[in-house]
Every structure is written in structure tokens, then in C-alpha cells.
């Protein structure tokens, strides 16, 4: 079932014209890689993914009906959840209050909202269970590994049972051994039904974790197909434009 | 940060998960505000012993209520700090709310309502403050030192420059309000723990208070988790401006006439009772216990100078030393706990 389809998305900045017309589908439980160089779009389509940006041109279809988001908390409240490449995280606060950032559960009192700390606690120790993640929900983020901290990011997407992740170089600033951790993260959303989107420069992760790859170059979608069908070669190829198109 | 739990590798991950790093204790003792709080304690303790008139209770009553109006103002202070910013008005905005109310009340107008008209006018250049920087992004330091400026000028141009000394018919309440006491109380230290208290709670028990630490630690990551930063911010300096307007009425009660130079350069004792409390400038830390307990070392110090003899030019010398010597101790503390 394609949860995700774009079609003919353009996107320009006055003159530039960063998104010439890009399509794309992804499907439940499908990992997408995303790959181009700097200045390809990538960061711009996932913007507008997102609902941080507007498409000039072009239609986004979720489940097959199309939607025009009105900001970044319209996308999320159909079902798109995205993973910064900082991850976005505040360093102060607890594990599960930075999964419950900006959506805290509270109970009443007399005429008051208070936070429901037992309940965020406990809810965000399921999610971590879920992830298979050594991660306690009310350790404060700054204490944590990378690995801890990308399960913290990944866990607030779990919360509202997202279709579709994006994830925006996750693997950019982190150790070998974190990077392993994370690729499992990814392979656990995709069993839980999923569709990952996953932007990165890093060939040997996008090979071992995704489905399929796309290929952006200067706002063009110029190859997408299985991982199994191409190579890290070709898409090195794609991606510099030594290879026009496949 | 120590590690309460000790680390085996049989660790079953659900009760890893269940446990927590940081204890309460730890937590407590790694609190700046703790430190300063017992050097406050110490110092109060030597100087009773020292001085025969400093445990008196006319002294105590003179130091709480002396620190009171600093302290409160320090509660608003707090809440911008913690959320990154800086909020340099709130001296002027004590002497337009003092101005206003004694404005109103020189004119006729009953206390309540006179309130309400110098909780507006406060409130208003809070709003001024929040939306100049949330949504012009102009740096808060910027946009209070504007309306520090414009502030006094408004309660000099609203008073015309004149002492106002009579309240009309409520006078004896805005005396009583700011100047009295209940059981041996100073009135504004009431304020003060009622007020501290209440922001306490909020920053600690409600969304408000969670958002307010995690702008002042990672505001992109507040935007992006869909937290409504601009009103966030303005709702920041709108509740420093009200504070401070509120101490203003309470200072005009207690020193039963307002001058336009009401408040003057009080920001800054302000910021350092702040600061002296735990509050990092950078944004993300601080606590209203903090802030009370620097506002009460600043007025402890201040007087024990003038208990002890030593001339007054030297408070200065030393509030200064322990606004330095208080960050001082607590970046060499946390230099320790890196290099663990």
C-alpha cells in the first residue's frame, strides 16, 4: 500500500529553482533511501514533506488522498514524523519529557493543567522497550550516549504511531558502533509497519538498511529503484552525474 | 555525573529502563543554589554571633523586607533567564508601575482599580519586550535596554517629573499592603514566598514551565516539536513585566511616595541575585529558590557591612566578588565533573 506518492513537486526561491518536478511513492514498511549531493534538494523536499515549506507546483497524496499541509504540526497530525539530523533535542530536560515535547500529557486539577509525569514516564519506558533501547525516561538527555539520544528522537515519533519517518542524516555525527544501533532502530520501525525515508550521504548505510534508493540531483528524481538492482558505484555515479539517469 | 546504579552486564533491560542516574540527593547537592544558600546560612550564623544587633528582630524584619522587592523581581527574572533571554527593564517597569498606581490613586481612583491600570501598563511593555523579540527576533538584550529607556520616560511624562506622596481614599491600604506586616511578617516577603512559590509550581508542574526550559536550551528544537514559541516568549516577558509593576505598588506602599527614580539601575542587583542563584545566562538553568536566596546574600552582605562598620563603598567590591565567585565555584565544579 503506497502511503506516501508525490507528484510533479516543484519548488522555487525566487530564481532558483531547487525541486524541478520531483515524484516519488513509498510504501508501508519500505525503507527509501535519499541520496544527492549538497545543493541536490534533498533538504528541500523534506521540508516539504514535512510541511516547513510549500510546494511552488505539485500535489502530495497520503493513502491516495491528496493533503496541503499548513505547517510543520499539520503533517504531524497526518501521520509524518521526522527525525532531525541534531535531533532536536533539549539537553536539560528528562528522556521522556523530550518524547513528550510540545504534546505533554496532563491531568487536572481544581482549574489547573499539570504535567502528568508518572504517565509520560511510563509511557516513554514502553517506548524505549519497544525500541530495545537502554534508555531511562527520567535520565536528563545530557548525560546520554548517541545512541540513547537517537532513540529519544526516534521514540517521539512512536508516540503518535506515525506512517511515515523521515530521517535526516542520522548517521552523520555518530560512532561505528552507534551507527549499527541506529540502522537497528530503522530496521524496527519497518517491522512495525513504517515507511522510512531515510537522507543520507553515508552509501554503506543506505545499502544496509534500505529497500529501495532515490536519487536527487539539481531537483531531479534521476534514478529510483530496488537496492538490490544497483550499486554503491552507480549511485556514486547518480549522485555526481557521471551516470545521466538509470 | 555519578552513576547511582552499578553497571552489570546481566542488566535486564526493563529494569535498566526502570532506574534512574540521577537521585535526588545528587541532584540537590549539585545545585548551585544549595551552596549559596548554605553560604548565606553561614554568614547569617557568624554575623549573629559576631554582632549583637544582627539576630535582633527588628534587624531580620529590615533584611527580609529589604530583599523582598529585589527577590521578587528576581522571580521574572528567573523565568526570562531560563528561557534564554535578558530583560533589563524591570527597574523602569517597578517605577511605571508604582507611577501608575499612585497616579490613579493621586486621582481619585480606589486601589483595585488602580492596580489594574499599572498591571496593564506593565503588562503592556512586556508585551512590547516579548513580541520585538519573538517575532523580529531582535536580541532581548536589545529590545530591554530600549525599554528601559522608554519606560522611565513614560512615568516621568505621565507625572510630569513630580513626587506623588498622597494616595487618595485607599492610601491606608497601599501603606499597609507594602509597608505593613502580619504576625512579624513584612508584607513583601509574603509576596515573595506566595508569588515564588506559585512560579515555582508553574515552571515545574505545568507545559509552560517545560517549554520555558527547553527554549532556553534548544529553541529550534522547540520549533520543530511544534511548541508556539512566539507566544511562549511574549507570555515570558509579559509575566517580568507584571511582576515587577506589582513590586512597584508594593514599593510605593512601603516607601509611601513614588519618584520617577524608583528603581533605578535595580536590574542589575537583579541579574545578580539571579545569577548568584544558579541561573546561566546562556539560557536552559535556574531556579526560584535560587533567586531568592541570592536576592537574600546580596541584602545579607549589604548589611553586615553596615553592621560591621565597613563603609558602604565597599558593597559594591563585595557583591560583585560573589556574583563572580558564585559562577566561578560552579563552572570549576562542572570542569571537575567533565574531566570524570
Not at chain 2, 140 to 159: E, P
Not at chain 2, 263 to 284: D, H, K, P
Request: with cysteine; aromatic share 6%; glycine share 10%.
Amino acid at each position: 500500500m503506497t502511503v506516501l506518492r508525490l507528484e510533479g513537486i516543484a519548488k522555487r526561491f525566487g530564481a532558483i529553482e531547487a525541486l524541478k518536478g520531483v515524484s516519488l511513492a513509498v510504501s508501508r514498511g519500505e525503507v527509501i533511501g535519499l541520496m544527492g549531493d549538497n545543493g541536490a534538494g534533498k533538504s528541500t523536499l523534506v521540508k516539504i514533506i514535512a510541511g516547513n515549506f510549500r510546494p511552488t507546483s505539485g500535489q502530495i497524496f497520503l493513502k491516495e488522498q491528496e493533503v496541503v499541509f499548513h505547517g510543520p504540526l499539520d503533517a504531524r497530525r497526518h501521520g509524518i514524523e521526522i527525525v532531525y539530523q541534531d535531533l532536536a533535542l533539549c539537553d536539560n530536560l528528562t528522556a521522556a519529557a523530550n518524547v513528550f515535547l510540545g504534546r505533554e500529557l496532563t491531568r487536572r486539577i481544581g482549574p489547573f493543567r499539570i504535567n502528568d509525569y508518572p504517565a509520560m514516564n511510563r509511557r516513554a519506558g514502553d517506548l524505549f522497550r519497544e525500541l530495545k533501547s537502554e534508555t531511562r525516561p527520567k535520565d536528563l538527555v545530557r548525560s546520554m550516549s548517541g545512541g540513547q539520544r537517537q532513540a529519544v528522537a526516534i521514540a517521539r515519533t512512536r508516540l503518535s504511531n506515525a506512517d511515515i519517518v523521515l530521517m535526516d542524516e542520522p548517521t552523520a555525527a555518530i560512532s561505528v558502533r552507534q551507527v549499527a544501533e541506529v540502522l537497528n532502530l530503522i530496521r524496527l520501525l519497518r517491522d512495525q509497519g513504517v515507511a522510512v525515508i531515510l537522507i543520507s550521504h553515508r552509501m554503506p548505510d543506505v545499502f544496509g538498511v534500505a529497500d529501495r534508493v532515490a536519487v536527487l540531483r539539481r531537483g531531479n528524481v534521476v534514478a529510483d529503484k530496488p537496492v538490490a538492482k544497483t550499486s554503491p558505484e552507480e549511485v556514486t555515479g547518480l549522485i555526481t552525474g557521471a551516470i545521466e539517469h538509470a | 555525573m555519578p552513576d547511582s546504579t552499578p553497571n552489570q552486564p546481566a542488566d535486564d533491560l526493563a529494569s535498566a529502563i526502570g532506574r534512574q542516574t540521577n537521585t535526588r540527593w545528587s541532584a540537590l547537592l549539585g545545585e548551585q543554589a544549595t551552596w549559596v544558600f548554605l553560604a548565606a546560612v553561614v554568614a547569617a550564623v557568624a554575623l549573629s554571633l559576631a554582632t549583637d544587633t544582627f539576630a535582633s528582630p527588628q534587624n531580620i524584619f529590615n533584611v527580609s523586607r529589604n530583599f523582598a522587592f529585589v527577590g521578587i523581581v528576581a522571580l521574572g527574572m528567573t523565568v526570562v533567564i531560563i528561557s534564554g533571554g535578558i530583560d533589563l527593564s524591570v527597574g523602569s517597569v517597578v517605577c511605571l508601575g508604582a507611577m501608575v498606581q499612585a497616579i490613579c490613586m493621586n486621582a481619585g481612583y480606589g486601589f483595585y482599580s488602580s492596580a489594574v491600570a499599572a498591571l496593564t501598563a506593565s503588562a503592556l511593555v512586556g508585551f512590547l519586550n516579548g513580541a520585538l523579540i519573538a517575532c523580529l527576533r531582535i536580541p532581548s538584550f536589545v529590545v530591554t535596554l530600549g525599554t528601559l529607556s522608554i519606560a522611565r520616560s513614560a512615568a516621568m511624562v505621565l507625572s510630569d517629573n513630580r513626587m506623588i506622596f498622597e494616595f487618595g481614599p485607599d492610601q491606608a491600604l497601599l501603606f499597609n499592603l507594602g509597608g505593613g506586616s502580619t504576625y512579624g511578617i513584612a508584607h513583601p516577603v509574603i509576596a515573595l514566598v506566595t508569588l515564588g512559590l506559585m512560579t515555582s509550581l508553574m515552571l515545574r508542574w505545568t507545559p509552560w514551565g517545560t517549554h520555558v526550559f527547553a527554549i532556553g536550551a534548544n529553541e529550534r528544537a522547540a520549533v520543530l516539536t511544534g511548541v508556539k514559541v512566539p507566544a511562549l516568549k511574549i507570555s515570558v516577558y509579559v509575566f517580568s513585566s507584571m511582576i515587577a509593576g506589582l513590586t512597584g505598588i508594593l514599593e510605593a506602599g512601603w516607601l509611601g511616595g513614588v519618584t520617577t527614580n524608583l528603581g533605578q539601575s535595580m536590574e542589575l542587583t537583579v541579574i545578580a541575585a539571579t545569577v548568584i542563584g544558579g541561573a546561566n545566562l546562556l539560557g536552559g538553568s535556574g531556579t526560584i529558590f535560587g533567586a531568592i536566596v541570592g536576592a537574600a546574600l546580596i541584602e545579607i552582605i549589604r548589611n553586615s557591612l553596615i553592621l560591621l562598620g565597613i563603609s558602604t563603598f565597599w558593597q559594591g567590591a563585595f557583591v560583585g566578588f560573589f556574583i563572580v565567585l558564585a559562577v566561578a565555584v560552579d563552572r570549576l565544579r562542572a570542569l571537575r565533573e567533565l574531566n570524570l
